[in-house]
């Protein structure tokens, strides 16, 4: 009961407080569960404790800028601290002042105004003067033509006005006080304000206040006020800031100085090359070894870290030419048994050969005396100047080779291997010494010692110690004399890992040679490095000198040594031969302060002496335990004593002392080391915790904020009256506003990020590589100690508090440990400093900088520098670790200056995934010898990516040039426990797997729980990719195993494995919502080929443990997995740079939005596929122009009567060479494009859909040639009698032109005796001929339309039915409900989607009407009353095409309406079609049009012209209607064939066409153009091409006249050309006497797929006696010439009109693609394809509004319609928790849109969160008209947000260039 008593009295207290909060018109639901996590507020009582630092934590959570107002008051504190009354006195004064200096203006002007002697500019100043003392803003000053009497008037009011209101104000604050004014009181100063400033408020101010005049939404005002004035700062603001930008990074930036100046020089330069020449020893070496090429210092980095063909497999090197590269190659293992590496011959030289001996010298053997003598008489073998190179001599020739970058790694992976480094190096060539510093710079080592400074005993640790740094004693051994019998190195092996491990070579190791060439002289050094164990050599850390060769020849190295060792230990030899040398050597040595230990090697035993500081030890024939024991406990003594230590960084000044050179000192690392001190200082000016927010204080809460608000982009809720649209807008003014004070606070520069990035952007490439490294050791400095101290704590806490959770005392566990905890948590992410917080405040300073929209170069300088550093080898960060947010501009700018530098690479991605703390990063250190551990002792955090080259021996043969490694933070962090832990590590794993090619997953140890863990996100990722097609692989790694011995132990781990991966797999699919079983349903997964197990990286325990070689040979066996896995891969999954680019922008925006696979957008195949489309148009453009060309040819025939029957075997003869060529250059495509293998996913579909635009092309040409036929044969009749009318007629015309031979008459003569004759001859036709009659169309529509309908009142309706006005589609006039599931109708009852189908609907019978009209006409048909039937038939389909179950169809006033309207629109064609055909097939219409043609004929017989001349102008008359006709139809399709090839608009897909429309409209800026695009898409679609061939044509620069000259001149050409050779074979036949009747033969054949020409048609004129043939051929040609002339003259008076088919209609069947609509805004799908797979898409949605939507109001069971339209936009709806509702009535979320099914389901609708700048213009644009439109208006939810009408057109014309 207690516990009930207390949850309601809990509950009791939140209803108190969310009261609190709701009375302040804060959000309770938002703002509690804040206020109790942020602050631990549970009751309301507690807000009167609370400070203003409490106000400042909650203020981060602020949504709105009214909230932060609301807290104030809530918390009753003030922004900046002042109380109430202090403001209320410091705004009365000031208003008191600005009212003073008003009036005394407004006196002064208005004096003016009345004595009238003042020039209009003095009247205008002191007008000015008067404004800015009101305060009124300048860019609402009225113009200087507004009369001011008038507007003083009303100022003299408002100043009066404000006098008397001011004592009653004096109270309220200037900006405070507008939270605290009732409703009453902010309309009563609204209205003030406006009688006031009457004349004075701009459009823009009068927008906020009219458009909520009414329902006084005063929050509303308030906000579009903000807005308002945020805008006009924000232009101020960038105006005066970005010159100051600019100016900081020009100064930021200076030019680069010339290489030549600081490009540091090698101290090898060309003398020293020489000198190398000279030691020839040497030389040979190197070039034994291949490495003479890079000597001296030319190996770089590159050669270590390319991937090389020693990369795909682990051998052994056959030469000794492949040594170096086997080296680096397993020293990049970290395998220290590359110490040993040799190149031997294939016969083993271990093993002597067996010689062959004969049976004589057999027996001579046996005798052992003989034996005996070749014993003593064997002489030592002379050593082989052949043999193997030294494994020492290998080690040393590359460090010799190697640059001081590549010398810096080699040292490193070294030092990991518990190897010897080389401390003093001579060089060969030159026999100076070099003192590596910086080689041993980044060396890192770990141990514990014990803590001599504490009071009580204690153990000091460090972690991660820079060696360098480390004050040690140095204990240095040498040796006096040779001996063969004691290895000092072995001794010190012996020491340091009891025999163990070979940390430095001797002459025992495998792989020794007797002969060594660069060891004499060198000086090694490694460290012991205690653990606190118990078998510790040891007690703190000691470093151990040695010295190779004899001592006595190395002075120089000797005398280093002895002062800087604490203790010498010197192994002594040859006692009783030893020269003068050495026994100066021995007594410096035991004058010498530091103590000395003698190791004789030819005693066994010495007594022991008095305690000193030299002591003596006999080693020969001694127990090395015993000996090492002693020797071990000797050197400890002499060291506990005051004994120096020092530092390696502390002996360099000794080492320049010397004479040694050190490589630190060249000038190019002292400028960077310089440099790099100099930020240091500045670092450490601020509290370690501070330097991130004082410093770099863009990466920190406003990053955090920014992060929050572009997330919220993907989680857009209607709140309150706010639609969609405002909330995005809102979101994104706040993005904007965050932005802007990042770049206040960026801007100037500190000298921090201004001294960083001027370096590395103007320093040399080498420089910048010593600076890095430089700043990353002395950074790692200055943050190691207080992190240190911070884990200590951290760790005594958290045990802390795991203690009295397990003590579960009855008293609660203190809050306050949580929140310690917490802190501590922080202050330890705030105190690590590393290079990529640099880095990422660079990002942060580029992506705020995009927000000027500036082209500025120096703005590119930020990725540059990245990117080189990426180049360089270093990596970079990809996702912000702390804010666990991708940075997308950022990393896209880095990847465009990639391409830049390198080119579009192929890149394989390899990423690994792991539990935090599992050796990942290790794991690709030892891979592919990357450093990702990025600032010291801190694990990796977020994502990082760096770039490997691939060899180019290996590009070709692999099928990429890089590898780009990812690796990532680890899964199931600590800091991340209490956080969104989950979710970010499923977006991580998601994100990092759906980049990577190919996953390393890593597992380690055999923890089920944490297998559990990595596998359950891992799986849930990899099934993610599967849904959204993607398709990477996976390897897992399985470390810390113990060496399985049995094959069925690893058997047992597999199917344990597998088991798991199954289950995981059964519960992701659960969680994502498909039906998948089993792993390998999800990847191609094999567990006996995809898991490898691992060995432990130590062989022992650290500090001093080397790493395990099976665990090198486990690296190099994935490595090469890895690659042979990459080469096997297709090239799909291959990206180069720029799609990589795109890849990780389509990851990552899927990833904001709460459905990864509903989100995500793959813009690289989309990419592919637009390509493909642009392909599949241009091949179906081949195909369909080939075919207009048979088709033309194949009517000229049927016209001729040369073609009686087309059968379907003949047109595919026809077309199929143009279709095998189209073919064959589609397979290329599908298998050459760069993209095929994302290509062949359509190829099959697109096969298919060329195949049936073939077969419909050639169906449609079949059925024109068959309909041509038949109304041939119908014409044959007609046409026969008219040739005996016209033949007939002709004869009667050459006998009277007979009768009148002779007589000279003029023109004038000829037509009067010819006249009266041919009306004779006409009066005689009729009563022979059958006189077609004229028939009344509008009569017989009428008939039709009252027979069909029967409806009361038709006939008044068809009468009244106006002409020439087109249909307008009416949902409330034509549509009705077929079940009533509302209480009203309306409108609003009807769905989106019906309405859109509906439209559809009558588009398309509109469409098929005109279209059937078209073919008629081009058929030249009769008219029939048949025809009025097919149009009411074609409505009644279109009707009856409704699906029967659906709600809504047509009612009865639609098909009477649309009949009406098509049967009038039809009727003027059928009577142009009627009187067309009447003229044409009338004997007596179609003779009389031919009396010019008779008379001209008459008249040339008359003139006494040969008969030839009469046949030719006779027959050029016939030829001239079908030249004309062919003219007209080539030049159709020329046109658009040109503009297919020179207009971009046609170049592309429909989606490019689409884009152009867009921006013609946005151009022409017409409200009427652009309501015909939104109400009849298609037949905008035809007007758009129709205005282009227009444009094209009709230019000014007569392109249209010589179209058709070209197609005359083709013509021409083709008619003489039938002359000709018609000429040619009548002059060939002998035999034929008719030989007029012959050519013509000839003649008509030649042109029988070229004109339109019949060979009857001719009848008449074969008669002619016509004997020569060759007068005839140039009396033809002149006839030919004087016609061409002719049609010239006409066809340059030519118009568009006079084609009977119109080129736009060939473009517009030809783009013609998918017509489907949008179900939620009625944009049309772009796709190319008609019934295209996949599912329909668009360029751009658009605003509901465009479609005359209304808000709806749901009451309970009711819907009620509202005027207010609806604003948003379909893609950002898709990103809400908005729902619509579906045709079958469900309610249902837009995120779940396709669950509505079709054709909801058909749609393809991804979140977008880019502006969609283009339809907000338009809508702010043209709202007037669009409210008349609909007759609604843009209010309330539907009000269009300020940030739409700020843009320009433009920026919607620019961001269109971007789709």
Known sequence: MASQEDTQEGDAKAQLLAEAFEKEGLDAAYWLPKASQILGIKCREALQHLEYEDYLKLECEVRHPYEKKALQKLLKITDDKMTTKEMQKEHSEKTKQRQEEAKQALKDLTEMLKSRSHSQDAVRVKAEALWQAMEIPKEFWPPPEKLLAYQLENMQKQLEQQEQSAGGRENIPDMEVSQELSPEQKRELFVFMEDGMKGLWSTRIKNPHQSHSEDEDWESVEGDLDSLISECLDDKWEEERMQDILRDLEDTFPTPEAPGQSQSKSDSSESKEKEAIANQEFLQLLKRLGLESHYPRKMGLGDFHTIGKTSLQD??????????FYFLQKLLTVDYRVRYLTCRERSSPDLAPVPQTTEQEDQQSDSFEQFFNDLEGASPERASRDSHVHPMDLQMAIFHCADDFLRQTLATKLAFCQLALPLLVPNPSTSRIEFPLYALSQIQRSWKEADKSAKQAGTKSYSNKLIFQAQTPIVSFIRIGSSASSSKSQLLNALLSKRKHDTFFHHHCRGSTRERLLMEGLVEIAWYCPGRNPDDAFDCCVAFCNLHGDARDHGAQLQFLQEISAVNVAVVSELEHMDDRGKKLLKDLWQSERPLVCLLTEKEDVAAGPASKTIKIGIKNRNEAELMDQLTKTIGNLLEGSNPCFSLEACVDKARQHGFIVDADQPACVTAKGKAKELVELLKKEKLSEIKSQLLPLQGKLWYQWCQKDKELTRLQEKRNKSIEHHRSQIEQEKKAIR??????????????KSFLGFLQAQPADTKKYFLQWMKVFVDELSCGRLEELRRDYHKLWSEILTREKSRKETCVDDELPNLIDALSDEMNDSSIGLEHLLREAGQIYEALQLMNSQNDNFEKLPEIAAELMVSGYPVELMDGDASYLPLRWVEAIFDSLIERLGDKRVFVLSVLGIQSTGKSTLLNAMFGLQFNVSAGRCTRGAFMQLIPVGEELQQDLGFDF??????????????ANKHSLNHDNELATFVIGVGNLTVINIFGENPSEMQDVLQIAVQAFLRMKKVNLSPSCLFVHQNVGEATAKEQNMEGQRRLQEKLDEMTRVAAQQEFCDISSFSDVIGFDVNTHIHYFAHLWEGNPPMAPPNPKYSQNVQQLKSKILQAAKKQSQRSILRLSSLKDRIGDLWNALLNENFVFSFKNSLEIAVYRRLESAFSQWTWRLRSHILDVQMRLDNKIRNGDLQNVTRGHLEGLVQETSDAIEKEMEKYFREDKDCETLVQWKYSTELKLKELKETLLHETKKKCENLIELQKEQRKLDARKLEYENELLRKSRELAVSLKGKSLSERELKDKFTPVWNAWIAEVPRDAHRLERVDIDAEIEDVLVEHFKEPGIHARIKSSPKGRGFSFDPEKHIMKKKHYHLFQGSWGISISDVINFQHITDNIIASVKANIDKKEEEKRDYSRSFIHEILNEVQEGVNSVPSNAECTFNRAYSIDLSLYLCRMAAERFKAMHEAFRKANDPVVYLSSKREEFFHCFQISCQGATSV????????????????????????????????????????????LEVCILKYLAEQENFEYFKQYLTSPKQFFESYIEIRVREHCLDGTGKLRNFLASSLDHFHNKVRSAISSSTQIVKDRKDREDKISLWLDEFCRELSEVINLPRSDLKGIEHQEVTDIEFLSRAMAEALDDLKEKLMEELSEADLSSFSRQPHTILAEHFSGCWAQCPFCGTVCTNT??????????????????????WVVRFFFFEFGTHKLVIDICSSLVASNCKFKSDCGRWIPYKRYRDAGPPYSTWNILPDSSMQVYWKWFVSRFSTQLEALYDQKFEGKGKIPESWRRITKQEALSKLDKH
């Open 315 to 324: 051998s052994q090197p056959s030469q000794d030419k492949e040594l170096p």
């Open 963 to 976: 590898v780009l490694v990812v690796d990532t933070e680890g899964l199931r962090a600590i800091e991340m």
């Open 1509 to 1552: 001349t009469t046949f030719a102008v006779l027959l050029c008359y016939k030829i001239e209607p079908a030249l004309r006709r062919a003219v007209y139809e080539r030049t159709a399709k020329d046109i658009a064939v040109d503009m297919q090839d020179k207009l971009p608009d046609f170049q592309g897909n429909r989606a490019n």
């Open 1729 to 1750: 394809m008609r019934d295209h797979d996949g599912d329909h898409q668009v360029v751009l949605h658009r605003p509901q509004a465009l479609m005359g939507w209304t």
């Open 740 to 753: 802007r004070k990042q770049l206040e606070r960026a801007f100037p520069l500190n000298q921090l990020m």
